[in-house]
């Protein structure tokens, strides 16, 4: 009975090989060569979010408490996270990229937070002195971010929200001002922005 079933499965062996043989023959290899331009801006999509994924891997794994940002130009969202966990989510209402440099996924390290200030007049010999005030009343009583504040990065990005001009040349986004508020009060020096690019690099100034 042992021989008729080796017999059995060694025949069974040899015509699936054989099937097998006949079918890598038949099959033709996929074709990996984009056929048009959609193709092309699917191809390069999926290249930038498999980036940023790697991006992000590597910086849960070094920096696991750490708070970093997910700016995806794509989905026009804005996330702030800390361990992979979406801690507060933030429409962009609008962007404007005025560097070629991000037609890729990049990581952007936050710089400082830019805040509306004017010299304290007249505060000679006071506790004050030299000191640069707010220009609203509720920011000389407590301190940090604002609505109208900038969240500045280096490569020159800005994060900052509606109806403020930004410097020539400089890539921004725009966010609502409680979020600006929000990640302004989470985001340290150093902390890591990163930024997914559109389908097709175009400058705008509202979506």
């Not at 991006?55 to 702030?80: C, H, K, M, W």
């Amino acid at each position: 009975m042992i021989p008729i079933l080796l017999r059995l499965i060694l025949l069974l062996f040899v015509l699936l090989s054989g099937c097998a043989d006949k079918t890598s023959k038949q099959v033709p290899a996929i074709q990996t060569t984009p056929r048009n331009s959609a193709d092309s801006n699917e191809i390069s999509d999926l290249n930038n979010r498999h980036s940023a994924l790697k991006s992000e891997l590597q910086l849960v794994r070094e920096f696991p408490g750490a708070f970093y940002l997910i700016v995806d130009l794509s989905t026009n969202t804005l996330d702030l996270k800390a361990g992979a966990n979406i801690l507060r989510s933030c429409k962009i209402s609008g962007y404007n990229l005025s560097s070629h440099s991000f037609s890729e996924t990049r990581t952007l390290r936050f710089s400082n937070r830019i805040d509306p200030h004017s010299p304290e007049p007249g505060n000679t010999g006071l506790r004050h002195r030299a000191r640069r005030m707010p220009i609203d009343f509720v920011g000389r009583l407590t301190e940090g971010p604002r609505l109208i504040s900038k969240l500045y990065f280096t490569p020159s990005f800005l994060i900052q929200p509606q109806d403020l001009t930004a410097p020539e040349n400089v890539s921004y986004v725009i966010i609502d001002g409680k979020d600006i508020k929000a990640l302004g009060s989470a985001l340290h020096p150093g902390d890591s922005a990163i930024l997914v690019p559109p389908l097709q690099i175009q400058t705008m100034s509202g979506l």
